[in-house]
């Protein structure tokens, strides 16, 4: 081999472990920033007026969303539940993946139940003893029906799962009453879904009154559909 050649060689495998060495750092760095659910479980996912939720407290609403629509999943597509997960209602400005409405229904049911919690406070309702151990039994129910995975992933404690479910029966109990008494001329459909964390009553009368934030980092990142469901994909 002659001394052009051997040069010539030399530079060409220079050039190829420049590129491999960049590719390798392109994937590293991916991989370093992937997000890892379980690992953010401490930082907060959502404030409302003064009060923060972190991740792992957000674990009821995300445990419950998602086993609510999988069942859909399922049925829609036995083979492959992802299949319906990533289906995308209208192909409009306005459209969405059922996966980002699963978690607009997360971030927005917890900070529904946040807020109304409050005002029930205010207005003085309480849990009876037995609504409590009603609460208490129907918590239990559902921790133990989790898997050790599901726990691990979500952070999900008894405690926690109680306090979610107080929290909810507490909601049920005050709008069962509170909205009797309220007008809703000038809103179209059932009062259940005007008030609930997507209506229009909801929205225009209530949210804008109070402060709500979601943490952009979690929320963007979180991907419904994969973080209960047991699948193995890339994400």
Known sequence: MDKETKRGLIILLTIVIVIMTGLGID?????????????HLDDIALTVDERSITLRE?????????MQIDKQARLYNPEDPLDYWNTRFNNGVDGAYISEMAREAVFGTCACDLIYEQMAAEAGYELSQEEKTSVEETAQKLYDNMSGEQKRKTGMTLELAVEAGMRKALVLKFASEYFDDVDFNGYSGYREELVSYSGDYYKKEILSKHDVQYETKIYDEMKLGRITTGYSVKY
Not at 58 to 66: A, I, K, M, P
């Open 27 to 39: 994937a590293f760095m991916k991989y370093k920033n992937k997000f890892v659910y379980e690992e």
């Open 58 to 66: 957000l674990g009821y609403y995300v445990y419950t969303v998602e």
